[in-house]
């Protein structure tokens, strides 16, 4: 550890979505941040792309064991690595909706309103997009928010099966529009559209996950020294307990302490609350940012989600990639319902052995002969915040995760539309997997933002209301779930803490204002 220094400008506390991003927007030459990372690089060899290591061997899944509420040891599917869960997400980088920023009344209850508006947001978006190199197409999803711009790229486009589904939806009055997605698919990228995207990693560096888009290109730009395969056991705080001086970590079996003049954790919403908690001190008995609120860890969500195979035993689905469409028709109070159902997007193509991994009751051949045969979606409806939905951390210092489902009776709705329509285009087989706790990679809202610190964890900017040099960028700020994958809003409020970080460090940056935006905005 010769190499690390004893004091940096800024500690980023993990290496994924939000802590890359906030790196990238802050790495300059002149400048000394510390980028630190639980896991290591994780390799690019031909074992990321099998079915056997992925799902059923789980070679790259983190190796510990967390509770659930009952005290019963599980093994979560999270990652550790340099770019976090995203090495294995499906790339989708979707705008939250306008509505989702207000109050939004669901079947189980309402989702609360946001502290800050989608305008205010919105230019972070647009960079946020320009950032991990989203491809898509504006104006045809009906509920499409206000843009200022363009999708960076275009859309990546239909193979042949899948645009005789839109064809087909939209004969029966829906509006299917490509789903956002970060792939380097155009002329000069490099992905080779293959079957291997969602779940996996890419072992040709085709996906824009935070490694890529983020981490590597902060690295490049000068000021971010990153050090992996190191645990950040707690952050120290002066006797006043008002800012953090250090972190204790642990290296190479070597424990040291570095200080800093402004510490950010961006770990993800679990192993953030799990370290603000780990750090409780006389200042603060129970944890960083929670002696006002006592909603650290609280309020955890991850989305009601299942995975569905409609199968037909007529014909052959010959698609490769066949992450490209998303379906939003249900998303608001729709024809079905006058409450909010969810998201429907194209799942990454399922094959042989993908889905007995998780059901164990499939024979792998007839799995086998349906995924030859099946169109597969993701569906996807907000769970909401519960303050008993909580991450905590017990005395053998292992996380327990205390989640109990809820907004069910949406989601079992969204299914069963959903299947009404399968079988209606000539998919009578339906096999559906509901994702449970040990599915943590939409994790978020265990350290919520607000304008009243008698609620909320952080202020608007992501820092601790109680601690004057801290912040915690990534999911765990979110204040509600919505029904869609977070990354995109991650990266888009890093870049705006970013902001407010220059200021603490006396540096000037032009502030990107909220914008007045158009109505509509030709696609």
Not at 242 to 254: I, P, Q, S, W
Not at 315 to 329: E, G, H, L, T, Y
Request: proline residues 7%; contains cysteine; glycine residues 8%.
């Amino acid at each position: 550890m010769t190499d690390l220094k004893t004091s940096y400008d800024i500690v980023i506390i993990g290496a994924g979505v939000g802590g890359g991003a906030l790196a990238n927007a802050l790495a300059a030459p002149g400048r000394e941040i510390l980028m630190i990372e639980r896991g290591p690089r994780l390799p690019r060899e031909p074992d990321n792309w099998s079915v056997d290591a992925v799902f059923h061997k789980r070679k790259y899944a983190a190796k510990e064991q967390w509770r659930d509420k009952n005290g019963e040891l599980f093994s979560p599917s999270t990652y550790y690595y340099v770019g976090g869960n995203s090495k294995f997400f499906g790339a989708a980088t979707v705008r939250f909706r306008q509505e989702d920023f207000g109050a939004l009344e669901h079947e189980a209850g309402v989702a609360p309103a946001w502290p800050v508006s989608y305008e205010t947001l919105e230019p972070y978006y647009a960079r946020a997009e320009r950032l991990m190199g989203t491809h898509g197409q504006a104006g045809l999803d009906p509920i499409e928010p206000p843009r200022s711009g363009p999708m960076p790229y275009p859309a990546i486009g239909h193979e042949p099966e899948i645009a005789a589904f839109e064809t087909k939806l939209r004969a029966r009055g829906l509006h299917p529009f490509p789903l956002p997605i970060a792939i380097d698919y155009h002329d000069g990228g490099s992905c080779a559209r293959c079957a291997t995207c969602d779940g996996f990693a890419c072992k040709i560096g085709a996906k824009g996950d935070a490694e890529v888009r983020l981490v590597n290109p902060a690295l490049a730009k000068g000021g971010v020294t990153l050090l992996t395969e190191a645990f950040v056991h707690r952050l120290v705080t002066d006797p006043s307990g008002r800012r953090v001086t250090a972190v204790e970590l642990e290296h190479g079996g070597e424990r040291r302490t570095v200080s800093a003049r402004i510490f950010v954790s961006a770990a993800g919403a679990i192993n953030s609350s799990a370290l603000l908690l780990r750090s409780a001190n006389d200042r603060h008995p129970r944890g960083l940012g929670n002696n006002t609120s006592d909603q650290l860890g609280r309020n955890y969500m991850a989305h009601n989600n299942t995975a569905m195979m409609a199968v037909s035993p007529f014909r052959k689905n010959r698609v490769v990639f066949q992450k490209s469409m998303a379906i939003n028709d249900f998303y608001l109070a729709n024809a079905e319902r006058p409450y909010p159902l969810g998201n429907i997007q194209g799942l990454g193509k399922l094959q042989a052995g993908m889905l007995t991994a998780s059901v164990k009751w499939a024979p792998e051949r007839m799995m086998a002969l349906f995924a030859e045969r099946s169109v597969d979606w993701w569906l996807m409806s907000e769970d909401l915040p519960d303050p008993e939905n909580r991450v905590s951390v017990d005395a053998d210092g292992k996380i327990r995760l205390a989640y109990t489902e809820n907004n069910l009776k949406a989601h079992g709705e969204l299914v069963k539309v959903w299947s009404r329509m399968m079988r209606s285009l000539g998919y009578p087989i339906i096999i559906t997997q509901k994702m449970d706790i040990k599915v943590s990679m939409h994790q978020c809202g265990t350290a919520r933002f607000g304008t009243d610190p008698s609620t909320s964890v952080l202020d608007t900017d992501c820092k601790v209301w109680d601690v004057d040099n801290l912040y915690v960028v990534d999911a765990s700020f979110l204040p509600s779930s919505t029904g869609f994958n977070p990354s995109l809003t991650i990266v888009a409020q890093a870049l705006r803490t970013s902001e407010r970080i220059l200021k603490e460090l006396g540096e000037s940056e032009v502030v990107s204002p909220p914008i007045r935006l158009p109505e509509t905005v030709a696609a």
